[in-house]
């Protein structure tokens, strides 16, 4: 086959004249064996590629989780330091109003009878056992309480629940005009 000079096709590099082995621009091309080898070298060279590329990702998810185990365990500690000072503070608070309701049971006693009284006892020492209760178990503890008791009881709980929002809520708003009015 001769050689045309023709200028190649836009995006052609070479024409390759394979009875030859002679391309259009003059180098030699490969046989058809010389061909099948540097192949079956590209195909090795190619799952070589592929094989370090998937260690390469791998290595790179490993080192993800590690990074996200570890940013859960700060946040998960973080949420129990959290829940604990939280935890203190309803005591405190539940502490305060045990004395409070006893303080007020002996004034109950002198206005409106000692029977009257005796309800405001009982209701202290409820809130006082509630304290106690709080105060001997541990965050973990009071989280599974409280995963039970929705389990046992969706629609109480989910009543508490809108009765706590209903109440934080209101005393959110009074802090607020409380806020406004200063």
Do not use: C, H, N, W
């Not at 180098?27 to 260690?55: F, I, N, V």
């Not at 305060?96 to 409106?112: N, V």
């Not at 009284?117 to 105060?135: C, F, N, P, Q």
């Amino acid at each position: 086959m001769a050689r045309s000079k023709q200028p190649l096709p836009e995006g052609t590099d070479a024409i390759l004249d394979t009875d030859a082995g002679i391309t259009q621009d003059g180098a030699e091309t490969l046989s058809p064996s010389e061909g099948k080898a540097a192949s079956a070298k590209l195909g090795g060279a190619k799952s070589a590629m592929k094989t370090r590329a998937r260690a390469a990702l791998k290595s790179i998810g490993d080192e993800v989780g590690k990074e996200a185990a570890d940013i859960k365990k700060q946040a998960s500690g973080k949420a129990r330091e959290l829940a604990s000072q939280g935890k203190e503070k309803a005591v405190s608070t539940l502490d305060g109003a045990t004395s409070l309701i006893d303080d007020a049971a002996g004034a109950i006693d002198s206005k409106l009878g000692e029977q009257y009284g005796d309800y405001a006892r009982k209701a202290s020492e409820a809130v006082a056992s509630i304290a106690a209760s709080l105060r001997t178990k541990e965050v973990e503890d009071l989280i599974e309480d409280a995963r039970s008791f929705v389990k046992k009881s969706p629609a109480v709980a989910i009543g508490a629940a809108i009765a706590v929002g209903f109440v934080v809520s209101r005393l959110v708003k009074a802090g607020a005009d409380e806020d406004g009015k200063a």
